[in-house]
């Protein structure tokens, strides 16, 4: 392949990562995705590719839906062990981010709401929100008619409304929202916590270092307050962490994020639903695999001092 042709390619690269990251929920799945589609356009005859960008699409869109329907991924999904893989604002992955809908496309709980919809429902409704493709274009990228294009389009919303109904808010709100959290969690008082909280706030956990064998889920605000409440780290978290972790606000997946970090490495991330400037929801993530690209993001870049130094 010359120069020119791989440089075609890179240039797409974002974008493609982007997209196969809405598809799947995973940075590494999305990551190996583009890849396979590396390979796709090195091996094809591209004096046939009149447009690159749309056939590169075509290629990635349907390469993660192969993804999607292998009986390996439904297995992993089917478990109940299986979340979205968290990114911090400013990742490329993170794609477009110009609209609402492109800003609500990559929210933890978008991206977990879409678990609920067939393959073919999740792609039309991420290229077309997402990426702004017109139903001809995507009936061309996914083989359908116009007609089916615009039906899954249709249920593909009403489903994502359920997870809908956010408060967009700045760096700085989002860090103000942090700071309350964090200070009511330290404080160890249930009853701080639950008035941070929506009357139908949950939580999801994969569990102390992501050692839980299925997802731990918080049903009520009570039950959500209590288990933040032992949040916070006892002698033996912290050797299993390797250290006192320090405490930081960030935005992850668009929404305020806390990150317990230890020299440097992203070792805890409570992700922060916001509805009606109250916590809807709060999704806990441990688990190194799940982090491996976050912390890499986080290293890589400055960030605001840390809320607590050593917790």
Not at 74 to 80: D, S
Not at 169 to 189: H, K, M, N, T
Request: charged share 25%; with cysteine; aromatic share 6%.
């Amino acid at each position: 392949m010359d120069t020119a042709t791989a440089a075609r390619f890179e240039a797409s690269r974002n974008r493609l990562a982007a997209l196969a990251y809405r598809l799947l929920g995973s940075a590494a799945d999305a990551e190996d995705t583009v890849q396979d589609a590396f390979l796709r356009w090195q091996a094809a005859d591209r004096e046939y590719v009149e447009v690159p960008e749309a056939w590169l699409t075509k290629i990635v869109t349907n390469l993660a839906l192969d993804r999607l329907r292998s009986a390996k991924m439904r297995h992993e999904r089917a478990v109940g062990a299986w979340m979205p893989e968290p990114l911090l604002r400013g990742d490329p992955m993170l794609g477009p981010a110009d609209t609402v809908e492109q800003r609500e496309s990559v929210t933890m709980a978008v991206l977990t709401m879409m678990e609920k919809l067939s393959p073919t429902e999740r792609a039309v409704y991420v290229l077309y929100e997402a990426f702004s493709y017109s139903h001809a274009e995507i009936a061309e990228i996914l083989d359908l008619t116009v007609s089916a294009s615009q039906q899954h389009l249709h249920r593909a919303r009403h489903r994502i409304a359920a997870a809908g109904n956010r408060t967009e808010l700045d760096p700085a709100a989002a860090r103000r929202i942090v700071e309350a959290f964090v200070e009511a969690a330290a404080s160890g008082r249930t009853e701080r916590l639950v008035t941070l909280l929506t009357a139908d706030a949950t939580g999801t956990s994969d569990g102390f270092g992501g050692l839980a064998e299925k997802l731990i889920h918080y049903s009520t605000p009570q039950r959500l307050a209590t288990a933040l409440r032992a949040f916070k780290p006892t002698a033996a978290k912290r050797r299993f962490a390797g250290g006192s972790p320090m405490i930081h606000a960030a935005v992850v997946n668009g929404c305020p994020a806390m990150l317990a970090t230890v020299d440097d490495r992203v070792v805890s991330v409570a992700i922060l639903e916001i509805r009606d400037d109250r916590i809807a929801g709060v999704r806990g993530i441990s688990a190194p695999h799940r982090l491996a690209r976050l912390t890499a993001q986080w290293q890589r870049h400055e960030h605001d001092a840390a809320l607590i130094e050593s917790w």
